[in-house]
Each structure stands twice: as structure tokens, then as C-alpha cells.
């Protein structure tokens, strides 16, 4: 078998010839099992509940507890830190016990941890160190829900039909952020942060009881030992994947320098207020909605543009960002165009390439892939935060903000090459 017109190695194929996805619909009109609308509504529920806890963490902390500027920092690398670990075993467990079942039980013990939460506040014990820990269980055990909720859309939903499914997926989450912010305004008007979080308890065990209804098409524990080779194995042999892998790590690399010095470039340099700041971001919602419609009408077999359109619409926003000026007038407006243009983009990427993941990798070997991504991802993102953060002490806030669209075309740079490697060979799965 050959990939892009090179031969993986001889053992890596001999472990990956089962559950290879359904490509042979790719010039039909993409169709989607009704098991997928269980899985979206599930997914939703969890979009719309993930941004309530994203805030009301913080407020607990600093509102009920007392918590620094400091331990706001610690609450987010317990948060998301855990990725980093997780990737580097969860890959196994997937492959042997399945997704659909990691991913259910996932559901029911984040919404127990959660619940905890309100629970030791109502008792009186609720202090910052337990607050802590129940974070720390929560971003473990959301890192190995993620990966295996990513690995389950190619056995509900394949071929040509996911892209439509996962632009679908990514027009609820964008939903999400325009909707999560009010709805949390509400609770917390209604009720104490810590009490505000028991919603989105509830809303896991609404997950659960979607996701039991999902019948994946292709199973996983049938031949558990495809999925015995390594991510980097994988990677390795295919260039294709390969550069997607590269691109989407480039990415985030640039995402979490920019997000390091935006806030503080909007708010000290132009002199936004907290509203105006708010309204840029609500352009990049409406960019995302916008992106994600748009891939929805795109063939798969064009992914491999898209992505590279997306990530070069998603260069020449952020470049917008720099040159905004110091005046709030004049900046929100150039920061809002900037925003509304490179999520676009940003979206548009994102889903080409992981849709493309989900289609040239078999199904048994996703959650390899999606484990590696999920370390690297942990490893740029710490990269980027840190970096950015003493780019804008070096030179400015406004200066260290020209330096991420230079690493999105990096990524636009690798999946050319890619494409080059590629465009004379027929397209096959790993």
C-alpha cells in the first residue's frame, strides 16, 4: 500500500488492516446516521455547559475563596496541564476498552465531580485546595473525554459525511460561546458562582443519556490491536498526515501567543474598555458561525485547500491586530475586522484538517493520532503562553502580536510541501 506515493513501514500495516473508514462516498452527497444527532446534541449540551464552568471556576475562586492572581494561573495549568500526561497513555485504553464506553463514563464523572463542587460549598468545607483538586480530576478526566470523543466521529459518521458532522459540531460550540457568557450572567445573577455550576452537572448527565443513544457503525473492540502502533509511528508514515499534524501544532502555537498579549494590548495600549473588548470577541463568534457554514458545502477531496485557504484567511486576520493603533476608536473597529476574519479562517482550518485526520486514519489508529495531538498540542501551548508573555515584555504587547501570523505561515509553508509530496498520488488510508 502506498500514501501519498510513499510505503509505510511493512509492520505498521500489517497492524492497521482493520477498521479502515468508509471513504467510498466521496463524490456523494454526504448523509449522516441518526446516531450522529444523538452524539451532536450530547456534544452541544457539554459546548454550552464547558463555557459555564470556564467562568465560574475563576469567580469561585476569587469570589467565594478568596483566591491571587497567582492561583488563578496554578487553576489553569491544573486545567488544562493534564493533557500533556494523559495523551501519552490514554491511547491504549481507548484502543482496548473503545471510545463509545470511555466516553460515556467520561460524561458521568465529570458531572460527579462538578457536582461536588457546589455540593462542599453548601457543607461549608469548600476551600481552595479542594477547589484545586476537583479542577486537577476534572482536566484529566475532560483530556481523555476529548480524545475519545474525537476518536468516536468516524465510527458514527464516514467518508465524505464528516465534514459535514464536524462542521455541524463546531457550528454548535460556536453557538455556544456567543450563548455560555449570558446564560452564566444569569445563573449568577440568580444563585452564588459555586451553586451556578451545578447547571452544567446537570447538563453532563443530559450528555450521558444523548450519548448512550449513539451506535457506532464501526466498533472498536472487534480488532483492539490496530491500534497497537504509535501516533509518531503513524505520523511518520505519511507525509500527508504528517504535515496536518505539523500545521495544526504550528497553530495552536500561534493561538496561545496571541491570546497571552491580546487582552493586554486591547485593554492597556488602545485603552478598550471591558465592553469593547467583549464586542471584538463577539465578532470572532460570528466568524466561526460563518466558518463553520461555510465548509459544510465543501467535498471532502478538497480539504487539503481548504486547510491552507483557512490558515492563510486565519494569517492575514491576526495581522490586522498589530497595526489597530493606540486610539479605541479607530482600534476596535480594526480589531473586530481582525477577529471576524482569522476565526473564519481559524474554523475553516480546523475542520478541514481534522476531518481529513478522521478520513485517512483508520479508525483503530485515531486515537493514537489524536493522543499525540493532544501531548504536542499541551507542549506549544505552555510554548506559546510563556513566550508570549516575555515577547511583550521585551517589545511591547502591539510587536510581540507580529509574531504569530509568521508561525500560521509555517503551517501554511508545511502543507504545501505536503500537497506537492502528495498531489500526484492517489489519496489512501494509514
Not at 25 to 45: D, I, K
Not at 99 to 104: D, E, F, G, L, T
Not at 244 to 266: D, G, I, P, Q, W
Amino acid at each position: 500500500m502506498k500514501v501519498c506515493g510513499y510505503t509505510p513501514l511493512r509492520n505498521i500495516q500489517s497492524k492497521l488492516r482493520f477498521g479502515a473508514n468508509n471513504t467510498s462516498h466521496e463524490g456523494e452527497e454526504a448523509s449522516l446516521h441518526h446516531s450522529f444527532y444523538w452524539f451532536l446534541a450530547s456534544q452541544a449540551t457539554i459546548s454550552l455547559g464547558s463555557r459555564i464552568t470556564r467562568q465560574a471556576l475563576p469567580l469561585i475562586a476569587v469570589v467565594s475563596l478568596g483566591a491571587s492572581a497567582g492561583d488563578l494561573g496554578v487553576m489553569q495549568a491544573l486545567l488544562t496541564g493534564p493533557a500533556i500526561i494523559v495523551g501519552l497513555v490514554v491511547k491504549k485504553i481507548i484502543s482496548r476498552i473503545g471510545a463509545a464506553r470511555i466516553a460515556k463514563t467520561c460524561l458521568l464523572v465529570r458531572g460527579a465531580v462538578l457536582a461536588f463542587i457546589p455540593a462542599a460549598h453548601a457543607a461549608g468545607i469548600l476551600n481552595l485546595t479542594i477547589l484545586m483538586g476537583a479542577v486537577l480530576l476534572y482536566g484529566i478526566v475532560a483530556a481523555i473525554s476529548d480524545i475519545a470523543e474525537r476518536s468516536l466521529l468516524p465510527a458514527v459518521v464516514q467518508g465524505s459525511a464528516i465534514v459535514r458532522a464536524n462542521s455541524l459540531l463546531a457550528t454548535s460550540d460556536a453557538s455556544a460561546e456567543i450563548v455560555g457568557p449570558l446564560v452564566m450572567g444569569m445563573l449568577v445573577a440568580l444563585m452564588t458562582p459555586a451553586y451556578s455550576i451545578a447547571a452544567d452537572a446537570a447538563g453532563f448527565l443530559i450528555a450521558f443519556l444523548c450519548m448512550r443513544r449513539v451506535v457506532p457503525q464501526v466498533g472498536y473492540e472487534t480488532h483492539a490491536q490496530a491500534g497497537d502502533a504509535s501516533g509518531w509511528r503513524l505520523v511518520r508514515s505519511n507525509p500527508e498526515l504528517a504535515g496536518l499534524v505539523m500545521a495544526l501544532l504550528s497553530s495552536t502555537l500561534a493561538n496561545e501567543a496571541m491570546r497571552a498579549v491580546y487582552t493586554l494590548h486591547a485593554i492597556r495600549t488602545m485603552g478598550l474598555s471591558p465592553f469593547q473588548l467583549g464586542v471584538t470577541f463577539a465578532f470572532g463568534g460570528v466568524g466561526l458561525l460563518l466558518g463553520s457554514t461555510f465548509i459544510r458545502q465543501q467535498k471532502s477531496d478538497r480539504l487539503g485547500r481548504v486547510s491552507m485557504y483557512g490558515l492563510a484567511c486565519n494569517a492575514i486576520g491576526l495581522s490586522l491586530f498589530p497595526i489597530a493603533g493606540a486610539s479605541p476608536a479607530y482600534g476596535i473597529i480594526w480589531l473586530s475586522i481582525g477577529q471576524l476574519i482569522s476565526d473564519f479562517g481559524l474554523i475553516l482550518f480546523l475542520i478541514s484538517a481534522r476531518s481529513r485526520i478522521q478520513i485517512i486514519v483508520r479508525i483503530n489508529a485515531l486515537p493514537n493520532v489524536f493522543a499525540l495531538l493532544a501531548v504536542g498540542s499541551g507542549l506549544v501551548t505552555m510554548v506559546g503562553a510563556v513566550g508570549g508573555g516575555f515577547a511583550a515584555e521585551a517589545v511591547g504587547a502591539g510587536a510581540a502580536l507580529c509574531f504569530p501570523p509568521f508561525a500560521k505561515l509555517l503551517g501554511i509553508t508545511i502543507l504545501y510541501a505536503s500537497h506537492l509530496f502528495c498531489r500526484n498520488a492517489k489519496s489512501s488510508t494509514v
